[in-house]
């Protein structure tokens, strides 16, 4: 049976009567063309066209040829908040070549490279996002209005008062045979996190996508908006993307559980995944770029604590147990859980570029230094330093500049016709910096208007 009458069966069987036709661009925002069942064979022979450069950074101009995107047919879901829709990811070619500024096909091109080795990327994310409403003013306020204690995380009230909500995005989740396995109201008010199962790299990047796509469609049938915006208040604790990342070979077995090898360093790991995270803590002050991808990620990073007493956020590039004030935690023995990235990264490129650099130190067995026990938000800067730990950039600006200088993640993410695409990334990310840069705020005008 091909492609085509794959799809078919399961459109027809499922009731369904659209797809949805989707791709990302390098914000990683969902884009999609709706196409009636009756066109399915056209989108799956020749893909659905779109105007590559209307989209978004995609490496192109007004004058360039389509982007024909060519549906994965193992990414069908039926999208159990609106059924008779289904949506499928797809990899964007431009005449006939995989275009390689399309953030899936350069996760994709990882991960080939990847198993040419005999290996496989598994990941599971933590997306936190934010119920908000709108003001007549234009500011933001969190949705639930009793959602005002100082300490939220884990609030059964408030978790109660939500609900509705909560539980209908996990029956969606199971239905779209995720496996949710937990719902909590996080540390900042109005703050949700919900939980699935891990799976490899590109089924829980396409996933996030489309999980994103259903918080904010549930979120507005509801008169709310939600927001993935990594600091969306300044006073409470921001919106994360937590990534556990485990190698595995192509028999399906995991390679970052120690085994016989002795263990100085305590955690149970392999020395793969010791070298793994060594590669993520050399190149963090790089990787960051892409992991935390605007200018708001900043404000969440490298700051005070909040009115809840802790930022969650990583400063520096440490490295340890069982210990959430570093970039690099290690919940349990078989995984590492990277806290660098933020509810902006674009799952693609993130996994990508940290693929590239855990693999440069699994490559180059680096060490990841000493396992860090302290409380990195209370220890002092001159403590920190005197360890050896490297501060992660203050900016997106410094974050770009120091992608540029990274080979090993130009590597990771590729080539284009125009030089590697980490420097189209850094020169985009640049020009938004700037942009708001040169923006004057309310805050500068009350600090400054009469000051001198």
């Given at each position: 049976m091909?492609?085509?009458?794959?799809?078919?069966?399961?459109v027809?069987?499922?009731?369904?009567?659209?797809?949805?036709?989707m791709?990302?661009?390098?914000?990683?925002?969902?884009?999609?063309?709706?196409?009636?069942?009756?066109?399915?064979?056209?989108?799956?022979?020749?893909?659905?066209?779109?105007?590559?450069?209307?989209?978004?950074?995609?490496?192109?101009?007004?004058?360039?040829?389509?982007?024909?995107?060519?549906?994965?047919?193992?990414?069908?879901?039926?999208?159990?908040?609106?059924?008779?829709?289904?949506?499928?990811?797809?990899d964007?070619?431009?005449?006939?070549?995989?275009?390689p500024?399309?953030?899936?096909?350069?996760?994709?091109n990882?991960?080939?490279?990847?198993?040419?080795?005999?290996?496989?990327?598994?990941?599971?994310?933590?997306?936190?996002?934010?119920?908000?409403?709108?003001?007549?003013?234009?500011?933001?306020?969190?949705?639930?209005?009793?959602?005002?204690?100082?300490?939220?995380?884990?609030?059964?009230?408030?978790?109660?008062?939500?609900?509705?909500?909560?539980?209908?995005?996990?029956?969606?989740?199971?239905?779209?045979?995720?496996?949710?396995?937990?719902?909590?109201?996080?540390?900042?008010?109005?703050?949700?996190?919900?939980?699935?199962?891990?799976?490899?790299?590109?089924?829980t990047a396409?996933?996030?996508?489309?999980?994103?796509?259903?918080?904010?469609?549930?979120?507005?049938?509801?008169?709310?908006?939600?927001?993935?915006?990594?600091?969306?208040?300044?006073?409470?604790?921001?919106?994360?993307?937590?990534?556990?990342?485990?190698?595995?070979?192509?028999?399906?077995?995991?390679?970052?559980?120690?085994?016989?090898?002795?263990?100085p360093?305590?955690?149970?790991?392999?020395?793969?995944?010791?070298?793994?995270?060594?590669?993520?803590?050399?190149?963090?002050?790089?990787?960051?770029?892409?992991?935390?991808?605007?200018?708001?990620?900043?404000?969440?990073?490298?700051?005070?604590?909040?009115?809840?007493?802790?930022?969650?956020?990583p400063?520096?590039?440490?490295?340890?147990?069982?210990?959430?004030?570093?970039?690099?935690?290690?919940?349990?023995?078989?995984?590492?859980?990277?806290r660098?990235?933020?509810?902006?990264?674009?799952?693609?490129?993130?996994?990508?570029?940290?693929?590239?650099?855990?693999?440069?130190?699994?490559?180059?067995?680096?060490?990841?230094?000493?396992?860090?026990?302290?409380?990195?938000?209370?220890?002092?800067?001159?403590?920190?330093?005197?360890?050896?730990?490297?501060?992660?950039p203050?900016?997106?600006?410094?974050?770009?500049?120091?992608?540029?200088?990274?080979?090993?993640?130009?590597?990771?993410?590729?080539?284009?016709?125009?030089?590697?695409?980490?420097?189209?990334?850094?020169?985009?990310?640049?020009?938004?910096?700037?942009?708001?840069?040169?923006?004057?705020?309310?805050?500068?005008?009350?600090?400054?208007?009469?000051?001198?």
């Amino acid at each position: 049976m091909g492609a085509y009458e794959e799809i078919k069966a399961r459109v027809d069987n499922d009731g369904v009567e659209y797809i949805y036709a989707m791709f990302v661009e390098m914000h990683g925002r969902a884009c999609a063309k709706l196409v009636p069942v009756e066109a399915l064979e056209g989108l799956m022979a020749n893909g659905a066209g779109f105007a590559g450069f209307a989209s978004g950074p995609m490496g192109q101009d007004p004058s360039s040829p389509d982007m024909l995107c060519i549906p994965d047919p193992s990414t069908y879901t039926q999208l159990p908040w609106q059924p008779n829709v289904a949506a499928m990811q797809c990899d964007p070619t431009v005449e006939g070549v995989r275009w390689p500024y399309a953030p899936r096909i350069i996760l994709r091109n990882a991960l080939d490279q990847l198993a040419a080795r005999d290996l496989v990327m598994k990941t599971g994310v933590e997306a936190e996002y934010s119920l908000v409403v709108k003001n007549d003013d234009g500011s933001i306020s969190v949705a639930d209005d009793r959602d005002v204690d100082v300490l939220p995380c884990y609030d059964a009230k408030g978790l109660t008062r939500m609900l509705p909500h909560l539980t209908d995005v996990s029956k969606n989740l199971n239905a779209m045979g995720w496996g949710n396995y937990a719902n909590d109201h996080e540390d900042a008010n109005g703050q949700f996190e919900q939980n699935w199962q891990y799976a490899d790299a590109m089924t829980t990047a396409d996933r996030l996508i489309l999980f994103r796509l259903m918080i904010h469609t549930m979120a507005q049938r509801d008169g709310r908006y939600a927001t993935f915006m990594p600091k969306p208040f300044a006073n409470k604790a921001g919106n994360g993307l937590h990534a556990h990342i485990s190698l595995w070979n192509q028999a399906d077995e995991p390679l970052f559980i120690g085994g016989d090898e002795p263990d100085p360093k305590g955690l149970g790991l392999s020395e793969m995944a010791y070298h793994f995270a060594g590669g993520l803590i050399a190149h963090a002050t790089s990787l960051v770029a892409v992991a935390c991808p605007i200018v708001n990620s900043y404000k969440r990073m490298g700051v005070g604590a909040p009115t809840s007493g802790a930022t969650w956020a990583p400063a520096y590039a440490a490295f340890g147990g069982n210990n959430r004030t570093q970039m690099i935690r290690v919940p349990e023995p078989d995984r590492l859980e990277v806290r660098l990235g933020d509810g902006a990264a674009n799952p693609y490129l993130m996994f990508a570029a940290m693929l590239a650099c855990g693999m440069d130190g699994v490559d180059n067995q680096t060490d990841p230094g000493e396992v860090n026990t302290a409380n990195l938000f209370t220890l002092p800067a001159e403590e920190v330093a005197a360890r050896g730990i490297v501060t992660l950039p203050p900016t997106l600006m410094h974050a770009a500049d120091n992608l540029v200088e990274n080979d090993v993640i130009a590597a990771g993410l590729g080539d284009t016709p125009t030089g590697p695409y980490s420097h189209y990334f850094a020169k985009t990310k640049r020009a938004e910096f700037l942009a708001h840069h040169h923006e004057v705020t309310t805050g500068e005008v009350a600090q400054y208007l009469t000051l001198f």
